[in-house]
């Protein structure tokens, strides 16, 4: 039996069933305003149904910052909003960045992927400067720093030798909430976990974290409802 979708109403929500070959049952919603349930080739309308009443309360919350989300615009073509305030989009004959600024080849055929490697330029830059800020603070080494592109509810990670990965789209962030990110990775080469030890860590460095937080799961709807997760 092969996975496929199915789509259903349910109460005034649009939904959507995924079967796979998997054995847990995951919930997402999308920027376009679907609620996706996902679940094993055996799971039927009913079984997602009983998921999506289970956790309506997030469901609604969810939705009403992904419909936020899509009317503040991060980029138009001539600026992206970057780190808090405007950057100009030149075109030019290479990637580069500058203080408010950054360039593209001329006559890209994609518009986005261009923008992608000149950000992840600029992103290697500014994540390397709050490491260096933040890590002797926090007494930790932290070991090879990799900037990616993609995103899905994780910003960044921190593998078990002490890499550090950050997507660049993390740059859509305000300043402050980017270094909150930064001391996040840092306090997991403290404490490989989410325990009390570990938020009391991070809380030292950025006491309002739960806020930034917030703030964050704000822009991560905006771009994925911008279409700034796959182009």
Partial sequence: MSAFNLTFHHKDLICSLVRTKRVTISLTCTPEGTVQVRGPL?????????VIDANMPWIRHKLTVMKTARKELFYDEKSIRLLGRSFTVLEGDRHDHGEDWIMIPQNAENRKKAIDKSCRMLAEKVFRERIDHFAPLIGVKPGKVKIGWGITQKWGSCSRNGDLYFTWKALFCEPYDL??????ELCHLRHHDHSQRFWTCVACYVPDYQACRERMEKVHAAIRAQGWVNY
Wanted: charged share 40%.
């Fill in 42 to 50: 055996r799971t039927s309308v009913d079984d997602a149904k009983k």
């Fill in 179 to 184: 270094d909150y990110l930064v001391v996040h």
